[in-house]
């Protein structure tokens, strides 16, 4: 999924973020991070829940694996005199791709 904005967030020192965004694979690279830290790493899109994990880097070329991103799904109001039908909404899911250097 292209497009995802994601940050990672060094837990010891707030200050030390990084940033990328998925291609059209819903890949990224993120570069400067430091060995043996860990990292809060947060993935948005718009009309999507935000994934947030904590993630220990450990070599140069971590790959931290497929974040399972799902649709947000926003419940409608039935405002006319009309019965609600139980009408359901289905959730989709996609995935992105980290690989850390």
């Known amino acids: 999924m292209a497009g995802v904005d994601i940050v990672l967030t060094n837990i010891s020192d707030r200050t030390d973020k990084?940033?990328?965004?998925?291609?059209?694979?819903?890949?990224?690279?993120?570069?400067?991070?430091t060995l043996?830290?860990?990292y809060e790493l947060k993935a948005t899109l718009i009309g999507y829940n935000e994934i947030s994990r904590t993630v220990l880097i450990k070599?140069?070329?971590?790959?931290i694996g497929l974040l399972?991103?799902?649709?947000q799904v926003k419940s409608i109001r039935n405002r006319s005199?009309?019965?609600?039908?139980?009408s359901t909404t289905k959730r989709r899911h996609h995935r992105i791709k980290c690989q850390c250097f």
């Open 18 to 33: 990084h940033f990328a965004v998925s291609d059209n694979n819903g890949s990224f690279t993120v570069t400067g991070l």
């Open 36 to 38: 043996q830290k860990k």
């Open 59 to 63: 070599t140069r070329t971590e790959d």
């Open 68 to 71: 399972l991103m799902s649709e």
């Open 81 to 86: 005199n009309r019965p609600d039908t139980g």
